[in-house]
C-alpha cells in the first residue's frame, strides 16, 4: 500500500469523508490523513531531481532573528504605522511545501466574502508581530512550519485592514490540531500548486479582497524565489500579467 496510485485511492477516501462531513478537524484520523499527504508529496520532491531540492529546506528557522527585528523600521520592510492605525494591521505566514505548494485556508463564516486566503490576525497585546504570525498560523491552520523570511510591503483591499506576512516552509508536518478545532474559523485546508492557488484566490465574491490574496501570493513567490537564489527549495513559477488578468476575469 506504499506506491503512489494507493496513496491516491486512500486520500480519495478521506477527501469523501470530509466532504460528506463524516470526517473534521476534531477526528485524529484528519490529522492521519493530512499527515500521510504531506508525506507523501515531501517523498515526492526528494525524489524529483528536475526539482533540484536541496536538503536544506524546512532545516533552517530564522524565528530567534526575526522576534528581534521590527520589520515596521526596517528599509525594504513592512512600512511605518500610521498613528492610531495600529489595530487595523494584521500578520500571518505564506507557507510552501518542498514541492513548491502553498497552504490555503478556507474560511469557516467566508468573513467578508474571501473564500480561501492566508492565515492572518490582529496581535494580543505585548505579542511580537512573529508570535502574531505564528499563533494564527496555528489557530487558523494546525500548522507551526519553519519561519525563513518575510514578504516586502503591506497588502490591503481597502477594508479598512493592512496586512503583512512571514515566509514559512512545512515538510516536517508539525502540527497543532486542538487549536485549529477549537478555533473554529477554517473549513478547510489545501496544499496547491501556485497556479491552481491563483485561481482559487480568484474564486472570492469579494473581487478586491481576492486580487489581495493573489497580489499577496504573487509577492510571496517572488520573495521566496530570492531565497532560492541562496540554494535552497524549488523554483516557483509566476503566471504573467496578461495570465493574471484572465484569471480575474479581465479582458
Known amino acids: 500500500m506504499g506506491n503512489a496510485a494507493a496513496d491516491a485511492t486512500i486520500e480519495g477516501m478521506y477527501r469523501d469523508l470530509i466532504a460528506s462531513g463524516h470526517l473534521g478537524f476534531r477526528d485524529p484520523a484528519f490529522w492521519a490523513y493530512w499527515a500521510r499527504v504531506q508525506r507523501r508529496r515531501s517523498r515526492a520532491g526528494a525524489q524529483d531531481p528536475s526539482l ?10 530564522r524565528s530567534l532573528e526575526f522576534v528581534h527585528r521590527d520589520l515596521h ?3 525594504g520592510g513592512w512600512g511605518t504605522i500610521r498613528p492610531g492605525q495600529a489595530r487595523m494591521h494584521r500578520y500571518g505566514i505564506v507557507t510552501f511545501n518542498i514541492i513548491g505548494e502553498v497552504l490555503l485556508r478556507e474560511s469557516a463564516n467566508h468573513s467578508a466574502a474571501n473564500i480561501w486566503q492566508f492565515a492572518k ?9 512573529l508570535e502574531t504570525a505564528v499563533r494564527e498560523m496555528v489557530e487558523e491552520t494546525g500548522h507551526r512550519p519553519s519561519v525563513v523570511g518575510f514578504i516586502p510591503g503591506s497588502f490591503s483591499s481597502g ?3 493592512i496586512n503583512h506576512y512571514y515566509l514559512g516552509e512545512d515538510h516536517r508536518g508539525l502540527v497543532e490540531p486542538m487549536q485549529l478545532a477549537n478555533n473554529g474559523e477554517t473549513s478547510d485546508l489545501r496544499w496547491v500548486e501556485v497556479s491552481v492557488a491563483f485561481q482559487m484566490l480568484g474564486q472570492s465574491p469579494n473581487r478586491q479582497g481576492g486580487i489581495r490574496e493573489q497580489t499577496t501570493l504573487r509577492a510571496a513567490c517572488a520573495a521566496y524565489n530570492m531565497l532560492g537564489s541562496a540554494g535552497r527549495g524549488p523554483r516557483i513559477e509566476l503566471p504573467e500579467d496578461g495570465e493574471l488578468a484572465k484569471l480575474n476575469g479581465a479582458t
Open 159 to 161: 477594508g479598512g485592514t
Open 121 to 129: 490576525g490582529t496581535p494580543e497585546e505585548g505579542e511580537h508581530t
Open 73 to 75: 523600521a526596517e528599509d
Open 52 to 61: 533540484e531540492i536541496v536538503s536544506s529546506f524546512g532545516t533552517e528557522d
